[in-house]
C-alpha cells in the first residue's frame, strides 16, 4: 500500500472518529436531559449508558488503529514533511476539533456526574420517605386493629 493510502486511511480514521465524538456529545445532552427530567425512567438512563459505552469502544479501536497506522507512515511523514504539508495540515485541525471535543465531552461529564449524584440522593430520600410511610400505615393499621377490642375486664359483683 502507498504512503498517499496510509494518509488517506489516516484522515478517514479521524473523520470518523469526530463523527463518534458528535455522537457521544449528542448522547451526553439526552443523558442531562433524562437526570433533569423528573418523569423520566431508569431504563432510559440505562439505554443510554449502554449506547455511550458502545460508542466508546469504537472510539477506543479508531484510536488503536490510528495509532497502528500512524507508526507505519511516522517516519515518512517526517522525512518528507514539504510533500505531505496539506495533508499534515489538515489531520492537525483535524486533531485540535478532536481535542475540542473531547474536552467539551469531559466537562459534561462532569456535570452529568454532579446531576446523576443529586437524582440518586433524590431518589433514595423518596425511597427512604416511602418505607417510614409504609411503616407509619402499618403502626396505624394494626393499632386500629387493636382499638376494636375490648379487653376482658374482671367485675365485682359482690357487694
Keep these: 500500500m502507498s504512503e498517499k493510502n496510509y494518509i488517506q486511511i489516516l484522515e478517514d480514521s479521524l473523520e470518523k472518529k469526530i463523527d463518534v465524538l458528535r455522537q457521544l456529545q449528542v448522547l451526553c445532552q439526552e443523558q442531562a436531559d433524562i437526570l433533569q427530567d423528573d418523569a423520566s425512567t431508569p431504563e432510559a438512563f440505562e439505554e443510554n449508558i449502554d449506547r455511550k459505552g ?8 479508531l484510536d488503536q488503529g ?9 517516519q515518512t511523514l517526517d522525512a518528507d514533511r514539504d510533500q505531505y504539508a496539506d495533508a499534515i495540515r489538515h489531520m492537525q485541525e483535524m486533531i485540535r476539533e478532536i481535542t475540542q471535543r473531547s474536552t467539551n465531552i469531559q466537562v459534561m461529564e462532569r456535570q452529568n456526574s454532579e446531576l446523576a449524584r443529586k437524582k440518586f440522593s ?5 425511597a427512604k ?7 407509619a400505615v402499618s403502626s396505624y393499621y394494626q393499632n386500629m386493629m387493636q382499638a376494636g377490642t375490648v379487653e376482658p375486664q374482671f367485675m365485682d359483683s359482690k357487694k
Design 54 to 61: 458502545q460508542l466508546i469502544e469504537h472510539l477506543e479501536r
Design 66 to 74: 490510528f495509532e497502528q497506522l500512524f507508526a507505519k507512515v511516522e
Design 129 to 135: 420517605e416511602l418505607r417510614q410511610s409504609r411503616k
Design 122 to 126: 433524590q431518589v433514595r430520600s423518596q
